[in-house]
């Protein structure tokens, strides 16, 4: 089975940002549970064959700290 890989994101603007790796696919949405409803729609609009995939979110989160 294929596993597809997406880097998640806080956005800026608020809410959170996916973007596939080594795949031009890319989506939004303002919370992680919406964030995902919007990756599987994305990979079906995408990939229009019907083979399952897994889908695997990469979460990262930065954090600066003053020392």
Not at 19 to 24: A, D, N, P, R
Not at 38 to 54: E, L
């Amino acid at each position: 089975m294929e596993e597809l890989i997406f880097m998640v994101e806080e956005s800026p603007e608020g809410g959170y940002i996916a973007k596939g790796l080594g795949i031009s696919i890319f989506t939004q949405a303002e919370t992680i549970e919406a964030l995902k409803v919007a990756v599987i729609d994305a990979v079906h609009c995408h990939f229009d064959d019907g083979i399952k995939r897994i889908i695997r979110l990469h979460i990262v989160r930065e954090e600066v700290i003053a020392a």
